[in-house]
């Protein structure tokens, strides 16, 4: 059963991979995009924890801690460019 | 092989995790304005991200016969950056000046 | 020379967190864990907040849980919003007034903000003395402003044992 529910589960979160890939082409302006980019980040790291799942291995997990962290790394940089035009105070 | 009812209790999760993910994605799709498309992702990815990784851990907790907590962390980071990173992307906006729904009441600060 | 020792409850954290990073629980991680965050406790001191004295322990268990319920519930909130007809949403800017000064506390209170019903928090007044916050269903600003008040500010006061002003 449990494989059957991780295929849906997948074609749930790839359907949800599509919906952010629609905002960030079609974002009217700079933060939508980077909004939709943290989004992308957050359902990747799902996606990933779900093959390590399907996979029954343990290393997918330091990569989905990764990515959360360069996402988050990543959004406040973005963020911190628009609103001073540099990265570092 | 696994116990029926653990079988059920992890897909429960995973459901409701991909499903919340999912609602966070069509909130953020179809919100009219950046401030309301802002609420899509930092609630519900949260708690999609939390529900996958539950069912995670309770998997390899049954997988590997011992307890496998480092599935946690990763919840306990996306709570704390959510709001965060939210913040930050509120603020910019703010001082971008994004288009607005025409309802929203109140009026954001100039900074 | 002395070394000044930091603080226990940081180097408990990192050592907790450590542990959980290596998923095992033997002595020799527990030992090195503890030598590596207090190493790391004392080279950053300059940078680490100092916390408000915790006055109940006990409460900040239940304030704990209590978020947690009130994150699963925003959740059903807003997925009722977001799924919903578009003329349901009345979205507004609010101003809270603050009555809590302590850095940490004001942090702490703008990420729970963050998390629960249909409210980001979007900035900071340079006094700290308002909140401006966005909320998704903004038809009654009062009640939005008293629940925060009562049901997370007053509580996180009470907890730690700060000054209001």
Redesign the interface.
């Given at each position: 059963?449990?494989g059957y529910?991780?295929v849906?589960?997948a074609a749930?979160?790839g359907?949800?991979?599509i919906?952010?890939m629609?905002?960030l082409f079609m974002g009217?302006?700079?933060?939508?995009r980077?909004?939709?980019l943290?989004?992308l980040y957050?359902?990747a790291?799902?996606l990933i924890?779900?093959l390590?799942?399907q996979q029954?291995s343990?290393l997918y997990?330091e990569a989905?801690?990764l990515i959360?962290?360069l996402g988050?790394i990543s959004?406040?940089a973005?963020?911190?460019h628009?609103?001073h035009g540099d990265i570092i105070d | 092989m696994?116990p029926f009812w653990l079988?059920?209790l992890?897909?429960f999760l995973?459901?409701v995790?991909?499903?919340?993910?999912?609602?966070?994605?069509?909130?953020?799709?179809?919100?009219?304005?950046?401030?309301?498309?802002?609420?899509?992702?930092?609630?519900?990815?949260?708690?999609?991200?939390g529900g996958?990784?539950l069912?995670?851990m309770i998997?390899?907790t049954y997988?590997?016969q011992e307890f496998?907590?480092?599935?946690?962390?990763?919840t306990f980071?996306?709570?704390?950056?959510?709001?965060?990173?939210?913040?930050?992307?509120?603020?910019?906006?703010?001082?971008?000046k994004?288009?607005l729904?025409a309802?929203?009441?109140?009026?954001?600060?100039e900074? | 020379m002395s070394i000044n020792w930091p603080k226990p409850f940081p180097v408990f954290l990192l050592t907790l967190?450590w542990l959980?990073?290596?998923?095992t629980l033997s002595l020799g991680h527990i030992l090195l864990g503890l030598i590596l965050s207090t190493v790391i406790c004392i080279l950053c001191r300059n940078f680490l907040v100092d916390l408000p004295p915790l006055k109940k322990p006990f409460g900040l268990c239940v304030f704990v849980i209590r978020v947690f319920f009130d994150?699963?519930l925003?959740?059903l909130h807003?997925?009722r919003l977001?799924?919903g007809p578009?003329k349901n949403?009345?979205?507004?800017?609010?101003?809270v007034p603050m009555c809590i000064k302590d850095e940490f506390l004001l942090a702490t209170l703008?990420?729970v903000?963050?998390?629960t019903p249909?409210t980001?928090?979007?900035?900071l007044?340079a006094d700290h003395t308002k909140l401006?916050i966005?909320a998704?269903d903004?038809s009654q600003?009062e009640t939005l402003i008293s629940d925060i008040k009562v049901r997370y500010e007053a509580p996180l006061m009470e907890i730690f044992r700060c000054s209001a002003t």
């Open positions: 059963m449990l529910v991780m849906f589960c749930l979160l359907v949800a991979v919906l952010n629609l905002r009217p302006d700079v933060p939508d980077i909004l939709a943290d989004t957050i359902n790291l799902a924890i779900l390590g799942i029954q343990t997990f989905a801690l959360a962290v988050f959004t406040v973005f963020s911190k628009l609103l | 696994m079988e059920l992890i897909s995973l459901i995790g991909s499903v919340f993910a999912l609602i966070g994605a069509v909130g953020l799709y179809r919100l009219p304005d950046f401030f309301m498309r802002l609420h899509g992702p930092t609630k519900a990815t949260t708690l999609g991200v996958i990784i069912a995670a998997f390899f997988h590997r496998s907590g480092h599935e946690l962390l990763i980071f996306l709570f704390i950056t959510a709001p965060v990173s939210a913040h930050m992307m509120a603020r910019a906006a703010m001082q971008l994004v288009r729904s309802r929203t009441q109140g009026r954001p600060w900074e | 967190m959980l990073l290596n998923n994150v699963v925003a959740n807003v997925a977001v799924l578009e949403l009345h979205p507004g800017f609010i101003e703008a990420c903000v963050s998390l249909g980001v928090s979007a900035g007044s401006l966005h998704l903004a600003p």
